[in-house]
């Protein structure tokens, strides 16, 4: 797999997309661009505009406006998803003719599913692929592991600490890749180490927050070697975490949906942290969403741990997992009678663990 873009608005791009849930997240990306392109009184060279107030028109003819003392012009455009894909693509081909000295950011939402098409998209896949062309897209939900990783060493830096790379790393598979998420755990961590620079592995392990992916994973290994007591106990740890009783179910059975998908990739010898490497006709037997082939690329450290994981269960066995969850499922929606939701989930453990 090719080595993964790094986590900035390139200096000289003419269009950036930054979609993701966190806005905090985005104009951290945002003001690091400005500190280089717009130090100093260039502010005057920085123009913000609200997408539900302003057009694709009016962001293009900002962005043609000379800069007095910036590097470039920087149109910044919030809630940008509310345009139509139609209109962003003129303003995108209008700046990829003209090339002004002039840089268009636009900030959106997550991407979304889109009828009729494959891909989840910012606007529509048309849209998309002309915005990837003339610029770049940088998807915060979708990060790889080494973008998280050099996001966060460079956060840190920012607050004045020295995230070692070790320490970044544990702290990504701890948390996962999600910068909101990065975001408060760096900020712990710089607390936490108090009047020392550097950030070190254990400073992570004695601070940071386990990811309930990360939980729920450690949950399903103790269920798969049968051991109960395990289980419920890092169930119960969930629950006092304060995790709603149907997301916590959710988790967990997408859990096992990978579990499966790592069990029929390993069959067919093409388990990869490397999407080329997996045939197509394999991938499209596969979910569009919650897809290992997807998740693995992003979080390369995960591929050993899940093909342990599946050598561990026989297709008998998951799908009596998947019956015994679907049934919890049913308690949690009230669809079946059942006891307290935090039983029910106990329950659905014990029964998992049965062999």
């Known amino acids: 797999m090719g080595r993964q873009p790094e986590l900035r608005i390139p200096k000289d791009a003419l269009l950036c997309v930054i979609c993701g849930s966190d806005y905090s997240v985005q104009r951290m990306l945002v003001d690091q661009f400005l500190k280089e392109v717009a130090p100093g009184q260039a502010e005057f060279d920085v123009v913000e505009l609200d997408a539900r107030e302003a057009t694709p028109q009016q962001a293009l003819s900002m962005a043609l406006e000379v800069p007095f003392f910036a590097k470039r012009k920087v149109v910044i455009v919030r809630d940008a998803h509310n345009w139509q894909g139609k209109e962003v693509r003129r303003m995108a081909q209008s700046l990829h003719t003209t090339k002004p000295k002039a840089t268009v950011i636009l900030l959106c939402a997550e991407k979304k599913r889109v009828p009729g098409a494959k891909e989840w998209a910012v606007f529509d896949p048309e849209t998309d692929s002309l915005l990837s062309q003339v610029g770049r897209i940088l998807d915060l939900k979708a990060l790889g592991v080494t973008q998280a990783q050099a996001w966060a060493r460079r956060y840190a830096k920012a607050l004045g600490k020295d995230l070692v790379p070790l320490a970044a790393a544990h702290l990504c598979q701890m948390v996962g ?11 712990k961590l710089a607390l936490y180490v108090g009047s020392r620079t550097k950030i070190a592995k254990s400073d992570v392990e004695a601070v940071a927050s386990k990811s309930p992916e990360e939980s729920v994973f450690r949950l399903a290994e103790a269920v798969s070697r049968r051991n109960s007591s395990h289980a419920l106990a890092l169930l119960n740890d969930l629950l006092r975490m304060g995790q709603n ?3 916590l179910l959710a988790f967990i059975i997408r859990q096992f949906g990978l579990i499966a998908q790592a069990k029929y990739l390993l069959e067919r010898k093409c388990l990869s942290t490397d999407p080329s490497q997996v045939p197509a006709e394999v991938l499209s037997r596969l979910p569009e969403r919650e897809n290992i082939v997807t998740f693995l690329a992003r979080n390369p450290y995960w591929r050993d741990r899940y093909a342990a994981q599946a050598a561990k269960w026989s297709w008998e066995e998951l799908e009596r997992a998947y019956l015994i969850l679907r049934e919890a499922d ?9 006891s307290r ?7 659905a453990i014990a029964k998992l663990c049965s062999s």
Request: proline share 7%; aromatic share 0%.
């Open 177 to 187: 890749t999600d910068l909101g998420r990065l975001k408060l755990e760096v900020e």
């Open 245 to 247: 009783e149907s997301t």
């Open 330 to 338: 049913l308690k949690l929606k009230m669809i079946r009678p059942a």
């Open 341 to 347: 939701p935090a039983d029910t989930l106990r329950e």
